[in-house]
Each structure stands twice: as C-alpha cells, then as structure tokens.
C-alpha cells in the first residue's frame, strides 16, 4: 500500500532540493508525479514553481485553502497515471487536506511526500505539520546544523533590521531571512532566558 510521507526540518535544511531530485528520479523512469506548492506567498497570476538554493527548479501546482486535493489528484490521475504525489511547504496544509492527501494514499494508492516546517519562528507547530506529524505513515527528519554544530530543530526570523523577531505574524510576507537554530542558541535569541541563567555558558 502507498504511504503518506512527511519530510521535516528547519529552514535551508534543503527540503526543496531533496523533493525535486525524487520527483526527478521518478520522471526519468517514465513515470508521472504531481507537484504542488503552497499558494500563500504568491499573487494572484504568478504560476506556481518549486525552486532550490542549488538551482534545481520545476513548475508545480499551487494550493490554497478550501482546495479539494483528493479531487484534483483523482481527476488528473484519471486522465493520466500519476505515480507520485510531491508537496512543498506543507506546513500550510490544511487540517482536512493532510487528510485528502492520506486518502490519495490509502484510496488511490498513490504515495504522497510532503516537505515542510515542523514549528515557526515561535516554536510552536503549524496547522499542517501537526496533522502531518499526528496521521502520517512515515516521518523523516532532515537534518541541518546550528551554528555551533548542534542538531538544529528551530528557526528564528530576522525582519528588515537584521534583528531577530520576537513576535509577529506566523507566515511574513517578504524578504525576511530565517535562521536555524539549535533549542539552546534559539532560546537564547528569542530573549527567553534570564541572564543569570546563563552562567556557566559563557566563553563557548
Ligand atoms: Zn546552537
């Protein structure tokens, strides 16, 4: 039976990089895979793409809430063979369309391999990661490194200013750069521990 798949990590861990190398992987077999990507940063015309810091790039269809992916999938898949299903930033998944992707999975038997962010810049979940992480059949982490060499498992943002942001809305929209981090430095730059309770941290 197909599985539904969630690949996590921070940010630049090169969740994007990896999806677009698996889908490739199946189009050079002749196979068919479907490609979406969130629609939340995007305008209106703008096409829908999925691209990598490493320069791979590929069209891809967007999503938006309210969407019936199982119906999209179903529909296309009936037209032609769909081998695989690739989704990008799935942290913006819906709650009842993680669900519609498990369906494709279990209905459709087509596997469905979402990439995306476990926690935003406050370390909490989003909606989607969560009910990835609560229904799906296997979950991957990608790892990537904080500056100090440690596993990094969270994200800070830098707004303008270069500062790191200690509020603000989940999803910004602009050219605000993240940062990952390990829990210890992230706690650290999100202000969350005391100064006194950094004795003993100095000089590392
Ligand atoms: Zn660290």
Redo the contacts with the bound molecule.
């Keep these: 039976m197909a599985k539904l798949y969630f690949h996590y990590a921070t940010m630049n861990a090169g969740k994007s990089t990896m999806l677009l190398q698996a889908s490739y992987n199946y189009r050079e077999r002749g196979m068919t895979t479907m490609l979406f990507v969130a629609g939340h940063y995007r305008k209106g015309d703008e096409a829908g793409y999925i691209s990598s810091r490493i320069g791979l790039e590929s069209d891809a269809e967007m999503f938006a809430d309210g969407d019936d992916l199982f119906a999209r999938i179903a529909e296309h898949h009936e037209r032609t063979t769909v081998h695989c299903i690739f989704v990008d930033e799935a942290q913006f998944l819906q709650e009842a369309q993680v669900w519609q992707l498990a369906r494709v999975a279990d209905r459709l038997n087509i596997p469905v391999m979402c990439y995306g962010l476990r926690t935003d810049f406050q370390g909490r979940l989003f909606s989607g990661s969560e009910t990835l992480l609560a229904i799906a059949d296997e979950l991957r982490e990608v790892r990537t490194i ?5 596993k ?1 498992t969270m994200v800070v943002r830098l707004g303008p200013d270069g500062k790191v942001a200690r509020q603000g809305a989940q999803v910004a929209i602009g050219k605000d750069v993240y940062v990952s ?6 706690e650290e730059e999100m202000g969350r521990v005391a100064a006194e309770d950094l004795v003993g941290f100095a000089g590392e």
């Design positions: 904080c500056r100090c060499g440690r990094a981090l390990c829990r210890r430095h992230w």
